[in-house]
C-alpha cells in the first residue's frame, strides 16, 4: 500500500513562506507524477502544482510565481515552496500520486495564513 505523509503546515502571516513536504513509501517514486492540492472548508479541492519523473511542473494562475514544486527522488519526497501567501492559501494541503491509475492521498497537512 502505498503511504504518503505531508508535514510542514501551521500559521504564517499574509505575505509570508512556508515549505510543505510530502514523505512516500512503497512506490518507486521517481516514476510516477506527484501532486499538490489543497482544499479549504466549504469548498471543493483543487490542484495547487504537478511535478513529474522528468521534473517538469504545472501550476494553475492561483498560485504560479508564487509556489514551486520539486522533489528528491534519492528521499522519495516531494516538496512545495510557498511565498508571498495570502489568507485564501489557507487549506488542508494534500499531496497526491495516482499510480496504475489508482488515486492516493495524504493525510493532509494544515496551512493557516493569517495576522
Known amino acids: 500500500q502505498v503511504q504518503l505523509v505531508e508535514s510542514g503546515g501551521g500559521l504564517v502571516q499574509p505575505g509570508g513562506s512556508l515549505r510543505l513536504s510530502c514523505a512516500a513509501s512503497?512506490?518507486?517514486?521517481?516514476?510516477?507524477?506527484m501532486g499538490w492540492y489543497r482544499q479549504a472548508p466549504g469548498k471543493q479541492r483543487e490542484w495547487v502544482a504537478t511535478?513529474?519523473?522528468?521534473?517538469?511542473?504545472n501550476y494553475p494562475d492561483s498560485v504560479k510565481g508564487r509556489f514551486t514544486v520539486s522533489r528528491d527522488n534519492a528521499k522519495s519526497t516531494m516538496y512545495l515552496q510557498m511565498n508571498s501567501l495570502k489568507p485564501e492559501d489557507s487549506a488542508v494541503y494534500y499531496c497526491?500520486?495516482?499510480?496504475?491509475?489508482?488515486?492516493?492521498w495524504g493525510q493532509g497537512t494544515q496551512v493557516t495564513v493569517s495576522s
Open positions: 512503497r512506490i518507486m517514486f521517481s516514476i510516477y507524477t
Open positions: 511535478i513529474t519523473s522528468a521534473g517538469s511542473t
Open positions: 497526491n500520486t495516482s499510480p496504475s491509475g489508482r488515486a492516493y
